[in-house]
């Protein structure tokens, strides 16, 4: 795993040291995700420079360099993330006359890209990649991200330059990237706690969309951001929703029994194509389904015990150590797990905005930051079990919002209209249950109108970020499906398009990778995932539980104490958190004064939620950590800032 960063000028005129120094500069500020190599490549009468770092997993010999020039000449590429899939690929490329230096899968996909051009060469690679690709012939830049986005990739403009990278720290570097917040992009956090593609927190700045590819030349970027329209110009060569839309047509031929094992041979080969690394590999393992399928399914195919990781908390009833400790014995894996305290976790909050470089409220980075940094003691690539709720009905939320969408149907219209205009005076209130909750779903004109109901933080951001105007997202489709399949499905595809590569993908890289550790995730195998959107909801949504058919294949190697056991999920106690240790440092960001001075929230929103938060109100811990950790990660964003202009 890798982190890239570089930029293109509209116009030819910096000097190749100059090009070198400020590529080089803003590759240095993702060492972090590569500390084993440094690469600097620039062309001054193209106006492009690449920068790389380097986390040596596959071919560690210095022919994994990068930035990395195809044998050609023609393509020169900086390239974050893993092909798979690439030994197959470079018996196909080497059959056709292509020669190897080294053993990369670089190098495989460079001269995938000679054969094939650009878009048919990665719509062949099962990964996880973020690529910037310089056309010396054509003159243009490549941009592309892996169909589920695993690995990031933002870009935008700086004055008249096209700034890219893996995260905003290394755009900061440039000298004239001066934008401001993106205040419609800051209500999207404050809805979702976190801030979807291809939106990001700057102005003039973007991120790209997964399964997409984005080309630029010296014309589009002297165009500007004015002139470019991510949605149009972001192009697709793979979609989520037209592929779950094909699979779900086609649908699953076979019983239960066929289905097992498709699925148990589908996740073995994901699987194993994840533990091929030059350096150790390990697992996160929780004790849930997912992680505990994966850990299954590694040590049926290894010959040593396989690593596993887990933390658990002193005093807190979420505690799933000692399942994940339970599951691990049974399978002879050589697991380690570290208990911490509550002051351990609250250490990591004000690491939070320089890890994430953008701001980010799922409190889960932080049980999550502690369990990468204890894996990286031992290993440098660790599986996870991310995607098994999106793929095979996971999270009771979807229970609920099935539930309700019974309920709202069972409604005269008449009564349903009624109660949904009786909603609007409600206000923020809908978040904390009861009539005004129930009312704001009377009006709903499908599954995604009831499920958005059960995802959204703040209810109107608009309302707290004076001249916003939040941008829809795919939960503000009535149908996320357009009608095809179940509303079951409708919500799977949702999470999959938003939540899934926002928020656990993201949580999962940026933690990760402060510590210069690789994850992987083969349940988000793409075969894994069509296969999945192909079959009967009963195959997921069971008597037996949910996520039924992954349960089964889990039966092959755990006993059914193991396997039959409810979801705690991994999240932190931030409502404590607030009312004891944290509550100095949130008082201090949320003061009134400072909220006037800063001119970003409106003073009154927030300060009176704050104080209903203190008067012990439930609920609003949420609404509140968005906040804070906007607030952290502007005070951050100004100090980073000043660093680099002296300001």
């Known amino acids: 795993m890798c982190g890239l960063a570089g930029l293109l000028r509209a116009t030819p005129d910096t000097g190749e040291a100059a090009l070198l120094a400020l590529a080089g500069a803003m590759g240095d500020r993702l060492a972090h995700r590569g500390p084993d190599d440094r690469g600097v490549w620039a062309d001054a009468e193209a106006g492009v420079a690449l920068a790389h770092r380097r986390l040596s997993i ?18 020169v590429i900086a390239f974050n993330g893993e092909v798979y899939n690439f030994h197959a690929l470079r018996e196909v490329l080497v059959a056709r006359g292509h020669a190897f230096r080294g053993h990369s899968d670089t190098e495989v996909l460079l001269a995938a890209v000679v054969e094939w051009g650009v878009e048919q060469a990665i719509a062949q690679c099962h990964g996880m990649f973020a690529i910037a690709l310089w056309d010396r012939t054509q003159r243009c830049l490549w941009l592309a991200r892996d169909r589920v986005g695993k690995k990031p990739l933002y870009y935008g403009w700086a004055g008249d330059t096209l700034v890219f990278g893996s995260e905003l720290k290394a755009l900061w570097r440039h000298p004239a990237f001066d934008n401001d917040v993106d205040r419609n992009a800051l209500g999207l956090l404050l809805k979702l706690d976190y801030i979807p593609a291809p939106h990001a927190i700057h102005e003039r700045c973007f991120k790209l969309q997964p399964g997409t590819l984005l080309r630029f030349d010296a014309a589009t970027v002297a165009a500007g951001a004015g002139a470019h329209d991510p949605h149009r110009d972001q192009h697709r060569y793979w979609n989520a929703r037209e592929r779950m839309a094909a699979a779900l047509r086609s649908g699953f031929d076979g019983d239960a029994r066929e289905a097992e094992q498709q699925l148990d041979a589908l996740l073995r080969a994901a699987v194993a194509e994840r533990m091929v690394a030059d350096v150790p590999v390990g697992v996160f393992l929780s004790g849930g389904t997912d992680s505990s399928v994966v850990t299954a399914l590694m040590q049926a195919q290894s010959a040593h015990p396989v690593r596993s990781f887990t933390i658990g908390f002193e005093g807190s009833h979420h505690d799933e150590a000692p399942l994940a400790r339970e599951v691990a014995d049974h399978l002879h894996a050589d697991h380690t797990e570290l208990y911490v305290t509550g002051a351990d976790a609250l250490a990591v909050v004000p690491t939070l905005p320089a890890m994430f470089d953008e701001p980010f409220a799922d409190a889960s980075q932080v049980p999550t930051a502690l369990v990468a940094r204890l894996a990286r003691s031992a290993v440098t690539v660790v599986l996870s079990g991310d995607g098994g709720d999106e793929l095979f009905f996971g999270y009771k939320r979807y229970e609920r919002a099935l539930r309700n969408l019974r309920w709202q149907r069972r409604v005269p219209a008449p009564v349903r209209r009624l109660l949904a205009r009786s909603a609007r005076g409600h206000g923020e209130d809908s978040r904390a249950g009861g009539f005004a909750a129930l009312a704001a779903e009377m009006g709903a004109r499908g599954i995604g109108d009831v499920y958005r109901q059960r995802v959204l933080r703040w209810r109107d951001p608009d309302a707290v970020l004076p001249g916003a105007h939040t941008p829809p997202v795919v939960y503000d489709e009535a149908e996320p499906l ?166």
């Open 482 to 647: 357009h009608g095809l399949g179940t509303p079951a499905d409708a919500m799977m595809l949702a999470d999959y398009l938003a939540y899934l590569p926002d928020d656990l993908l993201c949580k999962v890289d940026r933690t990760t990778m402060a510590v210069g550790l690789e994850a992987r995730a083969p349940l988000l195998d793409t075969r894994v995932a069509e296969f999945a959107w192909s079959l009967p909801l009963a195959l997921k949504r069971h008597e037996r539980g949910n996520k039924y058919l992954l349960k089964q294949v889990l039966r092959r190697y755990l006993p059914d104490a193991m396997v039959d056991r409810g979801k705690r999920g991994f999240g932190a106690p931030v409502t404590q958190w607030l009312r004891g240790d944290l509550r100095e440092w949130a008082d201090d960001l949320l003061a009134r004064d400072r909220l006037h001075r800063e001119r970003v929230f409106d003073p009154d929103a927030v300060d009176g939620l704050w104080q209903r938060f203190g008067a012990g109100e439930r609920k609003w811990h949420t609404h509140l950590w968005n906040v804070l950790m906007f607030q952290a990660w502007r005070e951050h964003w100004l100090a980073e800032r000043a660093a680099v202009t002296g300001g």
């Open 58 to 75: 596959q071919d560690l010999s210095p022919l994994g360099h990068q930035p990395m020039a195809s044998a050609d000449g023609r393509y």
